[in-house]
């Protein structure tokens, strides 16, 4: 539904079109992203590199099936977001010189990517990757909006997307390891942390980025440069979001240490 949704509003409206091109106008070569490193790290090669892995690893920890989910996340994602752009068309109703974007492929797969190792990764390792991916995914979705290849709408899409499939494959697909084998970390001091964190990121993009949305309609001329930073960060907002309802709803988190008698 979130989809369709942001589509119709962001995409098939005037209003929705020239408020999203309001921060494409701060749109500049010199911003803080001058390397787009990040962006070109995430190809077929990679991705594909990055299914094998995640198998091998899940097939190492016997847990084959689990390696299988996680690359049905990463490919359906990917060829999700493929679909949604050839089908979801942009008509140019507001006078936009940007074409078609809708949603971003960049962000869906550094979501997605993140949402398939966490499933393939012992619990101990999980607040770290999951620090660090969430860090990647709004690194990624804020150098797709610096650059102008986005809109808001794009990365929240993207966002769904991935969330769409990591919430299917998690609900129908194998079991993710929690605790049934006795993995070695029961502490619950890295997973309060992690939620933390995310919380205290998102909030303060959230507020950051009202502030600027604020500042770049107060004049009778749109502060452009504001406009930008206020889209930068409701993607970001919107990529932390969806780690966080992943990480406190999916239980991918540490859980208590199993009995050792009670191990199979």
């Given at each position: 539904?979130?989809?369709?949704?942001?589509?119709?509003?962001?995409?098939?409206?005037?209003?929705?079109?020239?408020?999203?091109?309001?921060?494409?106008?701060?749109?500049?070569?010199?911003?803080?992203?001058?390397?787009?490193?990040?962006?070109?790290?995430?190809?077929?090669?990679?991705?594909?590199?990055?299914?094998?892995?995640?198998?091998?690893?899940?097939?190492?920890?016997?847990?084959?099936?689990?390696?299988?989910?996680?690359g049905v996340v990463v490919l359906a994602s990917a060829a999700t977001s493929t679909l949604v752009k050839h089908?979801?068309?942009?008509?140019?109703?507001?006078?936009?010189?940007?074409?078609?974007?809708?949603?971003?492929?960049?962000?869906?797969?550094?979501?997605?990517?993140?949402?398939?190792?966490?499933?393939?990764?012992?619990?101990?390792?999980?607040?770290?990757?999951?620090?660090?991916?969430?860090?990647?995914?709004?690194?990624?979705?804020?150098?797709?909006?610096?650059?102008?290849?986005?809109?808001?709408?794009?990365?929240?899409?993207?966002?769904?997307?991935?969330?769409?499939?990591?919430?299917?494959?998690?609900?129908?697909?194998?079991?993710?390891?929690?605790?049934?084998?006795?993995?070695?970390?029961?502490?619950?001091?890295?997973?309060?942390?992690?939620?933390?964190?995310?919380?205290?990121?998102?909030?303060?993009?959230?507020?950051?980025?009202?502030?600027?949305?604020?500042?770049?309609?107060?004049?009778?001329?749109?502060?452009?440069?504001?406009?930008?930073?206020?889209?930068?960060?409701?993607?970001?907002?919107?990529?932390?979001?969806?780690?966080?309802?992943?990480?406190?709803?999916?239980?991918?988190?540490?859980?208590?240490?199993?009995?050792?008698?009670?191990?199979?």
């Open positions: 539904m979130i989809v369709p949704l942001v589509y119709a509003v962001a995409v098939l409206t005037p209003l929705g079109q020239r408020a999203e091109d309001a921060a494409l106008g701060g749109v500049s070569e010199s911003d803080l992203f001058g390397s787009d490193t990040a962006l070109n790290v995430i190809s077929v090669p990679v991705i594909l590199l990055l299914v094998v892995v995640m198998v091998a690893v899940a097939f190492a920890r016997r847990r084959l099936a689990v390696g299988l989910g996680a089908i979801a068309v942009r008509p140019e109703i507001a006078q936009s010189t940007t074409p078609n974007s809708f949603p971003s492929g960049h962000a869906t797969i550094a979501l997605a990517a993140l949402f398939g190792v966490l499933m393939v990764t012992p619990r101990r390792w999980r607040p770290l990757i999951t620090i660090v991916g969430a860090a990647y995914a709004v690194f990624v979705a804020n150098q797709t909006v610096v650059y102008g290849w986005h809109r808001v709408s794009d990365i929240v899409g993207a966002s769904a997307i991935a969330l769409f499939w990591t919430g299917l494959v998690r609900a129908a697909g194998p079991r993710v390891d929690r605790g049934e084998r006795g993995d070695r970390d029961g502490r619950r001091g890295p997973r309060r942390l992690v939620g933390i964190v995310l919380l205290v990121a998102l909030g303060l993009a959230l507020a950051v980025g009202v502030a600027a949305l604020a500042v770049g309609f107060s004049g009778t001329a749109h502060d452009h440069a504001a406009l930008l930073l206020a889209g930068r960060l409701a993607s970001s907002a919107s990529i932390l979001a969806v780690v966080a309802t992943v990480w406190f709803a999916d239980g991918m988190h540490p859980a208590p240490r199993a009995d050792a008698a009670a191990r199979p």
